[in-house]
């Protein structure tokens, strides 16, 4: 009997094309499904609570595909959510883990059930080049002025329009989103930075945390970020930070 499963599932995005299905191209949801679909004899469809970009990593992504779990190898029992987990991190890449597989209710959609998101960005500072770190942070090659970024990020709070920070020059829905918290925390040589919202854009992590660093440069003053908001411009934002330093934290439901 086929049943609706929710999978929480952290990966490394080095070396992938982001989470959503490409044709001839690595990606997350297609290792996901290249394992279910070999479970199950048939294809199955993994529904993600989002797309992450290329070089994105997450600790907490979740998605969910209904399947009908029974292992005929072993007399059609039906294999519980423990071995299913199992079952996709033993022919998951080292990369991919699945961390739990949970029944959920019919109606239950990852993207669309999602009520917020956590995102955190990591920039490193720090003298000595971060060797085991490297593949998860963005080096600056000068210490940004966190309280001048903390003060700009005041304004970035709220209910706005940000289309200014979305990377979809095309984008033809509504970019108005709620960012109820921004957070940047130093701790040593590593600068947090911490959004949680409802969704995000296209892009429109990286870009702000891109405009927020130019600000702790000196670049762009925090009393300009309404200016931008107001804008709805990108242009007038500052660069798409690298997508290492990107990691999807928690899905809200």
């Known amino acids: 009997m086929k049943k609706n499963y929710k999978m929480t599932i952290c990966y490394d995005g080095s070396r992938y094309y982001g989470w959503e299905h490409q044709p001839d ?10 394992v279910l679909t070999r479970m199950c004899g048939e294809f199955i469809d993994v ?15 979740v998605a969910n595909a209904v399947f009908d779990a029974t292992d005929k190898e072993r007399g059609g029992r039906e294999r519980t959510p423990d071995e299913i987990r199992d ?16 029944e959920a209710s019919e109606r239950f959609h990852a993207r669309y059930k999602a009520v917020g998101k956590l995102y955190r960005y990591t920039c490193y ?32 709070e709220g209910k706005h329009d940000y289309k200014s920070f979305c990377g979809n020059p095309r984008m033809k829905k509504s ?13 040593g040589s590593f600068i947090y930075f911490d959004f949680h919202g409802t969704g995000f854009l296209q892009n429109m992590v990286r870009i702000l945390v891109g405009t927020l660093l130019e600000v702790g440069k ?21 660069p798409t930070a690298p997508a290492q330093g990107l990691c999807l934290i928690k899905v809200d439901y």
């Open 175 to 187: 970019t108005v989103r709620v960012v109820d918290k921004i957070e940047i925390t130093r701790k």
């Open 87 to 102: 079952y996709m991190n033993r022919y998951l890449p080292d990369d991919i883990a699945v961390k739990e597989v949970r």
């Open 125 to 156: 500072d720090g003298l000595v080049k971060p060797v085991f770190q490297r593949k998860y942070v963005t080096v600056l090659e000068k210490r940004p002025d966190v309280e001048k970024m903390q003060q700009a990020a005041a304004y970035l």
């Open 25 to 34: 191209r690595d990606t997350i949801q297609g290792k996901l499904e290249n």
């Open 218 to 238: 000196g670049k762009i003053r925090p009393e300009q970020i309404p200016e931008i908001l107001e804008a709805k411009n990108r242009q007038m934002a500052g």
């Open 47 to 61: 529904l993600g609570a989002g797309r992450t970009d290329a070089g994105v990593h997450a600790r907490g992504m």
